[in-house]
Nanobody, 127 residues
Framework: QVTFVESGGGLVQPGGSLRLSCVVS????????IGWFRQAPGKEREGVSC????????RVADSVQGRFTISRDNAKNIVYLQMNSLRPEDTAVYYC????????????????????WGQGTQVTVSS
């Protein structure tokens, strides 16, 4: 079973920055995609960004384009979400998840495509 440990959330002022980390373990498949998602109270879970395991191709939602960046380390077991210029509407629980297997060159941020999810980390943007 694939497991995720998200961290890096917290309280930040508007315009500030946070970097979320997702430590991934338990993969038995070499080809997959990792996505970041978020869910605010009373709202549906939405895709934020994703990255592939082999090509490192990424996708970023329009709502965070130019502000958020997804990346992974050389060991390919940690996925980061760098969040800059944070806004109050970015407040949500942020989750990382895996689509297994995934062979495409470009990943997708549709929540229904993803099978395994982390427990989430809270991000609150407020003055």
């Amino acid at each position: 079973q694939v497991t995720f440990v998200e961290s890096g959330g917290g309280l930040v002022q508007p315009g500030g920055s946070l970097r979320l980390s997702c430590v991934v373990s338990g993969f038995t498949e070499d080809y997959y995609a990792i996505g970041w998602f978020r869910q605010a109270p009373g709202k549906e879970r939405e895709g934020v960004s994703c990255i592939t395991s082999e090509t490192t191709m990424t996708r970023v939602a329009d709502s965070v384009q130019g502000r958020f960046t997804i990346s992974r380390d050389n060991a390919k077991n940690i996925v980061y979400l760098q969040m800059n210029s944070l806004r109050p509407e970015d407040t949500a629980v942020y989750y990382c998840a895996a689509e297994i297997p995934f062979y495409g060159a470009v990943c997708y941020i549709d929540p229904e495509r993803y099978d395994d999810w982390g427990q989430g980390t809270q991000v609150t943007v407020s003055s």
